[in-house]
């Protein structure tokens, strides 16, 4: 269509239109790739709806973008365009009209902490159980918007502690997923990656291992092998094996997604920099000191150089260099690093803030590993009441926050007190956890040793345990 046959007010041609919109798309596209963020999943398609003017022509009809001077009576009608952005999957399922799903980052180390108090965590929940209920009566409960509402509440139930409800919701909506979009849908493997993650969250590592493994293999087949969803299932599955002891394997498969990483994404992109964290964790891990110190410092001056030195992720690499002075036997230095990383974080990010944490957490194990057990107390003892305070009771980070005051309090000959704290352990762990998890089994035997020497301090007995 040329313009010579515009209609008055007409913006552009409907072909004109779609073309400027598909080099904005790719555009954006682009930078986002470039972007200082964590790894993300980009949509295939977009859809946009556009108010279209249609005029008669001799072979067929003509296909106008509506200006704002043509008034609604001029026969203006809208009409919903899908553009593809990239190929499309292999075997994927027809899918109904729906905006395509919101980019999602990829799984952090380990799940930070949220500084919002439990109330609040209650009304997110109250609010997502709304939206999906609403969604499910609007659109139905196998519409693409119902699914992803329902995967945020199972995020929700997820960060306030409440695993089992999250896998059960997980699990429901990935199987309707792949009934409805078919496996290498990206929303579906989005989903698949979320259950996987409450898997490793409930222990239940074997499982979650078989779904990181068919995520892998599904994005290798639907993006490439080089494409950053694909590099970020091979990170996410390689701290799977890391997380189950499977130490050979994560080495070997964080190798080889950082070596593709750095070819692809650059040696400074933020998911470089992430496998590249948890590739020297891992090799820590393996007692490969000298080769993880190298990467952590690499990781330090960079991110130091980008970010600056009180940006959280910058703080969190100071603090991994710290364990590799830690790991090297390098006492001093490392505790001096724990102190500055805590004192950094406390003064530029807050005192709730979840480096902050980290950081108030890795000073406590250090002040405890030289003896200085009566500050590794004090910080513990904050540290629980924090986690109470925004997490709630029986959320993993404060039950594991309490098992680590018990510790310190053991460490410190305050027995009674160990005592007391280790048995709270125990009794949450097991309405938890269940009474055979190893989680269990393992505080009750530290809660055993606390006994024992309890009874060594004071052979009289005056150290007695807590009553029922």
Same mark, same amino acid.
């Given at each position: 269509m040329g313009n010579e046959n515009r209609p008055d007010g007409a913006a552009a041609s409907l072909t004109d239109a779609l073309a400027a919109l598909r080099r904005e798309l790719a555009t954006a596209a682009g930078a986002e790739q470039h972007s200082v963020a964590n790894r993300r999943t980009a949509p295939e398609t977009v859809e946009v709806t556009l108010q279209l003017l249609i005029t008669p022509g001799e072979d067929a009809p003509g296909f106008w973008v509506a200006g704002p001077e043509i008034s609604a009576a001029a026969g203006i009608t809208a009409h919903t365009v899908k553009l593809t952005l990239a190929p499309t999957h292999p075997a994927a399922a027809p899918q109904p009209p729906a905006a395509p799903a919101q980019p999602a980052p990829a799984e952090p180390t380990e799940p930070p902490a949220d500084p919002a108090p439990t109330d609040r965590r209650a009304e997110v929940i109250a609010l997502y159980e709304r939206v999906v209920a609403d969604r499910e009566r609007v659109l139905g409960p196998l519409h693409r918007d119902t699914l992803i509402s329902a995967a945020n509440l199972a995020r929700a139930y997820r960060d306030a502690g409440r695993v089992t409800e999250a896998i059960d919701l997980y699990e429901r909506v990935l199987t309707d997923s792949e009934n409805t979009f078919g496996?290498?849908?990206?929303? =579906? /493997?989005?989903? +698949?990656? %979320? @259950? #996987?993650? &409450? !898997? $490793?969250?409930?222990?239940?590592?074997?499982?979650?291992?078989?779904?990181?493994?068919?995520?892998?293999?599904?994005?290798?087949?639907?993006?490439?092998?080089?494409?950053?969803? =694909? /590099?970020?299932? +091979?990170? %996410? @599955? #390689?701290? &799977? !094996? $890391?997380e189950a002891d499977r130490l050979d394997e994560a080495i070997a498969l964080y190798r080889r997604t950082l070596a593709d990483s750095e070819r692809v994404l650059g040696p400074e992109d933020s998911s470089t920099l992430i496998t590249c964290d948890c590739l020297a964790a891992a090799l820590r891990s393996a007692d490969l000191v000298d080769e993880a110190t190298t990467l952590d410092e690499r990781i330090l001056s960079v991110r130091d150089r980008i970010l600056g030195a009180e940006h959280p992720d910058t703080l969190d690499s100071l603090g991994s260099l710290a364990d590799d002075r830690m790991a090297a036997g390098r006492i001093a230095e490392a505790v001096e690093m724990y102190e500055r990383a805590l004192h950094t974080a406390e003064e530029h990010l807050g005192p709730d803030h979840p480096t902050t944490m980290r950081a108030r957490s890795n000073a406590a194990y250090a002040y405890g590993r030289v003896g200085r057990a009566a500050e590794a107390v004090q910080l513990y003892t904050r540290i629980l009441t924090d986690r109470e305070r925004m997490l709630g009771p029986d959320h993993t980070a404060t039950v594991t926050a309490r098992s680590n005051l018990a510790f310190a309090y053991y460490e410190a000959g305050h027995f009674s007190e160990a005592i007391e704290a280790y048995s709270r352990t125990v009794a949450d762990r097991e309405r938890l956890l269940g009474s055979d998890h190893p989680d269990t089994l393992k505080a009750r035997e530290q809660l055993a040793f606390s006994y024992e020497a309890a009874l060594r301090a004071d052979p009289t007995?005056?150290?007695r345990p807590p009553r029922e």
């Amino acid at each position: 269509m040329g313009n010579e046959n515009r209609p008055d007010g007409a913006a552009a041609s409907l072909t004109d239109a779609l073309a400027a919109l598909r080099r904005e798309l790719a555009t954006a596209a682009g930078a986002e790739q470039h972007s200082v963020a964590n790894r993300r999943t980009a949509p295939e398609t977009v859809e946009v709806t556009l108010q279209l003017l249609i005029t008669p022509g001799e072979d067929a009809p003509g296909f106008w973008v509506a200006g704002p001077e043509i008034s609604a009576a001029a026969g203006i009608t809208a009409h919903t365009v899908k553009l593809t952005l990239a190929p499309t999957h292999p075997a994927a399922a027809p899918q109904p009209p729906a905006a395509p799903a919101q980019p999602a980052p990829a799984e952090p180390t380990e799940p930070p902490a949220d500084p919002a108090p439990t109330d609040r965590r209650a009304e997110v929940i109250a609010l997502y159980e709304r939206v999906v209920a609403d969604r499910e009566r609007v659109l139905g409960p196998l519409h693409r918007d119902t699914l992803i509402s329902a995967a945020n509440l199972a995020r929700a139930y997820r960060d306030a502690g409440r695993v089992t409800e999250a896998i059960d919701l997980y699990e429901r909506v990935l199987t309707d997923s792949e009934n409805t979009f078919g496996p290498y849908d990206l929303d =579906t /493997l989005v989903f +698949r990656g %979320n @259950l #996987a993650r &409450a !898997y $490793r969250e409930a222990d239940r590592l074997s499982e979650a291992i078989d779904l990181y493994e068919r995520t892998v293999a599904d994005s290798e087949q639907a993006f490439g092998a080089d494409h950053r969803n =694909t /590099l970020n299932a +091979r990170h %996410n @599955l #390689a701290l &799977a !094996y $890391r997380e189950a002891d499977r130490l050979d394997e994560a080495i070997a498969l964080y190798r080889r997604t950082l070596a593709d990483s750095e070819r692809v994404l650059g040696p400074e992109d933020s998911s470089t920099l992430i496998t590249c964290d948890c590739l020297a964790a891992a090799l820590r891990s393996a007692d490969l000191v000298d080769e993880a110190t190298t990467l952590d410092e690499r990781i330090l001056s960079v991110r130091d150089r980008i970010l600056g030195a009180e940006h959280p992720d910058t703080l969190d690499s100071l603090g991994s260099l710290a364990d590799d002075r830690m790991a090297a036997g390098r006492i001093a230095e490392a505790v001096e690093m724990y102190e500055r990383a805590l004192h950094t974080a406390e003064e530029h990010l807050g005192p709730d803030h979840p480096t902050t944490m980290r950081a108030r957490s890795n000073a406590a194990y250090a002040y405890g590993r030289v003896g200085r057990a009566a500050e590794a107390v004090q910080l513990y003892t904050r540290i629980l009441t924090d986690r109470e305070r925004m997490l709630g009771p029986d959320h993993t980070a404060t039950v594991t926050a309490r098992s680590n005051l018990a510790f310190a309090y053991y460490e410190a000959g305050h027995f009674s007190e160990a005592i007391e704290a280790y048995s709270r352990t125990v009794a949450d762990r097991e309405r938890l956890l269940g009474s055979d998890h190893p989680d269990t089994l393992k505080a009750r035997e530290q809660l055993a040793f606390s006994y024992e020497a309890a009874l060594r301090a004071d052979p009289t007995g005056a150290t007695r345990p807590p009553r029922e």
